[in-house]
């Protein structure tokens, strides 16, 4: 299985100037945040984890050649406008729509901006075409992998926490993005994980996101082999943080690729 970090930051991540009393040094190359997304390959089958507004670019910079499915975590802005980006991803598939699986409120945000492409062929030539799904329980692929689904409190809606499976390998791989408390359910799901991606926007609480410290404190408590910070702000500088973390927990930045 491997990890692609496309990105890992937040609307508020990547400022064009850092505040003196945000320590952010914006030499370091890591500390350049575009929106938080993440493709995944298991067994040969690509995976992308939500479309934000620098999709495009973040496929661009990393190399992303083919997506078989996509999972739209949540209907929020930061995770979503870059769908209508897919547009070669179906041409590649003759066309014929993208399968999208996510949430009731995912689908209807989607269908809300972007009604032109929900249909089973694109209308012409390079256009996108996408049919929601609804996210099960566990995901059964083509390939023998899994991907495991539980709703995460965000706010005052759901995001989709996701367990990846790979058959040939038996790793585990855990997505928990955006949500301020990751549930029973999910750490369960989560355990062992050889693998942890968390939300861990800032140091400061967050009505609707987890702390840097919540996230230490949920990747300790399923006992992940490796896990990550992801949608960072601008308080959160990769040098700084990288040292200040309890193993196994690092931050994560754009272009980082994990092979399980």
């Known amino acids: 299985m491997e990890l692609i970090f496309l990105g890992c930051g937040t609307s ?36 992308q984890v939500d479309c934000g507004p620098e999709f495009r670019l973040q496929c661009l910079w990393n190399d992303i050649r083919h ?43 989607l269908r809300t901006c972007f009604p032109y492409a929900i249909t089973e062929k694109a209308i012409s030539g390079g256009y996108v075409a996408l049919r929601p799904l609804r996210m099960p329980p566990v995901l059964e692929l083509p390939n023998g992998c899994r991907i ?18 790979e058959k040939s390998s038996g790793k585990k791989l855990a997505y928990f993005n955006d949500c301020h ?40 408590a399923m006992r992940a082999r490796r896990a990550f910070i992801t949608h960072m702000t601008q308080l959160v500088d990769y040098a700084t943080w990288k040292k200040k973390l309890p193993a196994p927990v690092e931050p994560a930045y754009d272009g980082l690729r994990v092979t399980l």
Do not use: W
């Open 148 to 165: 495991r689904s539980a709703l995460l409190p965000h706010g005052s809606i759901s995001s989709l926490g996701l367990v990846f499976e």
């Open 181 to 220: 408390r990751v549930t029973d359910e999910a750490l369960e799901m989560g355990m062992h994980a050889d693998v942890a991606v968390l939300d861990g926007l800032r140091p400061l609480p967050h009505p609707t996101h987890m702390t840097i410290d919540a996230a230490c404190e949920a990747a300790l």
């Open 12 to 47: 508020q991540g990547v400022p064009l100037i850092a505040h003196p009393n945000e320590g952010l040094d914006l030499s370091d190359r890591r500390n350049h945040r575009t929106r938080s997304s993440v493709h995944v390959v298991l067994d040969g089958l690509h995976v």
């Open 67 to 109: 997506i078989d499915l996509v999972l739209l975590t949540h209907g929020h802005a930061d995770h979503m406008m870059g769908f209508d980006d897919l547009r070669r991803f179906c041409e590649m598939r003759g066309g014929h729509a993208m399968p999208v699986y996510t949430t009731d409120e995912g689908e209807q945000r």
